[in-house]
């Protein structure tokens, strides 16, 4: 008991140290800024995903943050490209929750896996376009991406609790075995009530509140699936967590694993509820 208490409390002081410094980035930096900002967010991260890849040569890690932030430069600079990336992470994410959903046995895996770097910008460089592209809508940019953030944490947090006290059926036992049905309930109940706050501080009609409320309620859903699968990469190597830079929290990939999944979603809603 004291151990769990322990947990939580450091648990609590990393997430009360780093939200502020997030929050301001997300409302006071300017564009560009910003975009330097969560680009070394994902090179953490990226740094991280290649322990899940059996990269542990210093050279070759660094290697591919260049790749990733050399990528980054070319989103940059071409603009055109931006959104068939914010496609094809999307696709990619659909057909990742199917084959959770159909895993019933994790291989272990040992050494190298460079193929799986080549999935790692699949993750990564859409949530970088993603929330680019919802701070750059006129007037309510930092809002949108704030609004992201909260409806991911409240997504996620009703999912625990709702699961803890109501949970039966396994969502994917092999994969994770305390995610439960009744978890992903509890997560879309949590979307709806942010889409509902979302559609009534922006005065929205009614078919505009439904248009806030699937998007909201797809972007939850699918970052669910983000969890489930840094956890089933995870399993494959016997990893708990990704890195231990967070305490009590894990890795940086171990927090944004949800917004990897969820940004590029919601990014294409908001696309499409605006035109």
Same mark, same amino acid.
């Given at each position: 008991?004291?151990?769990?208490?322990?947990?939580?409390?450091?648990?609590?002081? %990393?997430?009360?140290?780093?939200?502020?410094? +997030?929050?301001?980035?997300?409302?006071?930096?300017?564009?560009?800024?910003?975009?330097?900002?969560?680009?070394?967010?994902?090179?953490?991260?990226?740094?991280?995903?290649?322990?899940?890849?059996?990269?542990?040569?210093?050279?070759?890690?660094?290697?591919?943050?260049?790749?990733?932030?050399?990528?980054?430069?070319?989103?940059?600079?071409?603009?055109?490209?931006?959104?068939?990336?914010?496609?094809?992470?999307?696709?990619?994410?659909?057909?990742?929750?199917?084959?959770?959903?159909?895993?019933?046995?994790?291989?272990?895996?040992?050494?190298?896996?460079?193929?799986?770097?080549? /999935?790692?910008?699949?993750?990564?460089?859409?949530?970088? /376009?993603?929330?680019?592209?919802?701070?750059? +809508?006129?007037?309510?940019?930092?809002?949108? /991406?704030?609004?992201?953030?909260?409806?991911?944490?409240?997504?996620?947090?009703?999912?625990?609790?709702?699961?803890?006290?109501?949970?039966?059926?396994?969502?994917?036992?092999?994969?994770?075995?305390?995610? %439960?049905?009744?978890?992903?309930?509890?997560?879309?109940?949590?979307?709806? /009530?942010?889409?509902?706050?979302?559609?009534?501080?922006?005065?929205?009609?009614?078919?505009? %509140?439904?248009?806030?409320?699937?998007?909201?309620?797809?972007?939850?859903?699918?970052?669910?699936?983000?969890?489930?699968?840094?956890?089933?990469?995870?399993?494959?190597?016997?990893?708990?967590?990704?890195?231990?830079?967070?305490?009590?929290?894990?890795?940086?990939?171990?927090?944004?694993?949800?917004? %990897?999944?969820?940004?590029? +979603?919601?990014?294409?809603? +908001?696309?499409?509820?605006?035109?």
């Amino acid at each position: 008991m004291a151990l769990a208490s322990s947990s939580l409390r450091r648990r609590a002081i %990393t997430a009360f140290s780093l939200g502020p410094l +997030v929050i301001a980035a997300v409302l006071l930096l300017p564009q560009a800024a910003f975009g330097v900002f969560f680009l070394l967010v994902l090179l953490v991260a990226a740094w991280e995903w290649c322990a899940l890849s059996g990269i542990s040569q210093q050279g070759q890690r660094a290697g591919y943050l260049a790749l990733v932030g050399g990528c980054v430069g070319v989103l940059w600079a071409l603009p055109t490209l931006q959104m068939p990336l914010l496609l094809v992470g999307a696709a990619w994410w659909v057909l990742q929750a199917a084959r959770i959903l159909l895993t019933r046995r994790i291989d272990l895996v040992a050494g190298a896996q460079p193929l799986q770097l080549g /999935v790692g910008l699949l993750v990564l460089l859409p949530s970088w /376009v993603a929330l680019m592209s919802l701070r750059s +809508v006129p007037g309510s940019g930092p809002g949108l /991406v704030l609004f992201l953030l909260i409806l991911i944490w409240t997504a996620d947090t009703s999912a625990y609790f709702v699961g803890r006290r109501w949970g039966r059926a396994k969502l994917a036992p092999v994969v994770s075995p305390g995610k %439960t049905r009744a978890g992903v309930y509890g997560a879309m109940v949590g979307a709806a /009530v942010c889409g509902l706050g979302l559609a009534w501080a922006l005065g929205l009609d009614a078919p505009h %509140t439904l248009l806030a409320l699937i998007v909201c309620g797809l972007a939850a859903l699918i970052s669910v699936v983000g969890d489930l699968y840094e956890s089933l990469l995870k399993r494959r190597r016997s990893m708990k967590d990704s890195s231990q830079l967070l305490p009590g929290h894990g890795g940086l990939l171990d927090r944004i694993d949800s917004l %990897t999944a969820a940004a590029p +979603v919601f990014a294409l809603g +908001v696309a499409w509820a605006l035109t």
